[in-house]
């Protein structure tokens, strides 16, 4: 169970219009993006005709990683590997719940090899047996915790059969959801959750059905605008209080502030060539001790 120790004190709304918001320290793995390119195109966002700044790259992942820091995160590293230039997307590379980890297996060749080295280090790192999908599954690009559920994407990448290999393996719910627009293509490039029972999301990603079952789920749901959601606004990652997001998505962050989350924008323009930004730089890693995974 969480201890008041892990939890960071929080301010309230002087009027007290706003709910309180708690954070929880997070535990996640990255990977520095030493070997970052853009030399395939496996989404519309990537053109390998566009040059890339792999050091600028690198600096903005840095400054990611200190935010991470400054909150009071553990921040794991696992080795780049030359020659996958998409390994800084750690959140591809598995779905860790409950101290478990289910290990990606990747649509594309370009990625197949990135599966095992995240295998590899869950396996030396506490995580026993790290079992790798049968079907393609890209771990948390698709595979989004939120309370008692998971939300599972397809459409582009994981195998809709996928969703159901991952509640065996879990033991949780999985709301299955199917995105539309290619240049979401990743569920976590859609929806973002802020904490155990509230998401943001943007509408024209999903297919209708998959949108009646978000709205019935969450009618609260913070909406993202257009602007915000082609800047990737979406792509955040949140402790339960502080919400790190581009810095671009100005919209968003005002909406988050008038829920009482704390907003942190941050530049990652040069992992966005590949379409990416702060989540899929961030895998969290969730041991079994924690009574609610995600509050
Ligand atoms: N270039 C990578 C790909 O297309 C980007 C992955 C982004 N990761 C994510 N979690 N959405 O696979």
Not at 150 to 158: E, Q, V
Request: glycine share 8%; proline share 7%.
């Amino acid at each position: 169970p969480s201890t008041t120790s892990d939890r960071l004190s929080t301010t309230c709304d002087p009027q007290g219009l706003t709910p309180m918001r708690t954070a929880r320290l997070r535990r996640y793995l990255m990977c520095r993006p030493t070997y970052f390119d853009v030399v395939y195109s496996i989404n519309p966002w990537m053109d390998p005709r566009k040059p890339v700044d792999t050091s600028l790259a690198v600096a903005q992942w840095e400054r990611l990683r200190e935010v991470y820091l400054e909150l009071g995160h553990t921040v794991e590293l696992i080795d780049p590997v030359a020659g996958l230039p998409d390994m800084v997307f750690a959140a591809n590379g598995a779905t860790v719940v409950d101290g478990r980890a289910l290990v990606a297996r990747f649509r594309d060749a370009e990625r197949v090899d990135e599966a095992p080295a995240y295998r590899n280090w869950l396996h030396t790192h506490g995580f026993s047996d790290p079992r790798t999908a049968e079907l393609v599954n890209e771990g948390e690009g698709d595979y989004l915790l939120v309370g008692k559920w998971l939300l599972a994407g397809t459409g582009f990448r994981s195998d809709p059969r996928s969703h159901g290999e991952a509640q065996e393996f879990f033991g949780r719910p999985v709301i299955s959801l199917t995105l539309v627009d290619p240049n979401y293509y990743h569920l976590d490039t859609a929806l973002t959750v802020l904490d155990e029972d509230t998401i943001a999301y943007y509408p024209p990603a999903f297919s209708p059905g998959s949108l009646a079952v978000l709205e019935r789920l969450f009618p609260d749901a913070v909406i993202a605008t257009d602007d915000d959601a082609a800047v990737f606004g979406l792509n955040a990652t949140s402790d339960g209080r502080n919400v790190v997001l581009p810095h671009n998505a100005t919209g968003l962050a005002e909406q988050l502030r008038g829920r009482g989350f704390n907003p942190i924008g941050v530049d990652l323009s040069e992992l966005l060539k590949a379409g990416g930004s702060v989540k899929c730089c961030t895998l969290e890693l969730r041991s079994g001790d924690q009574e609610n995974q995600n509050s």
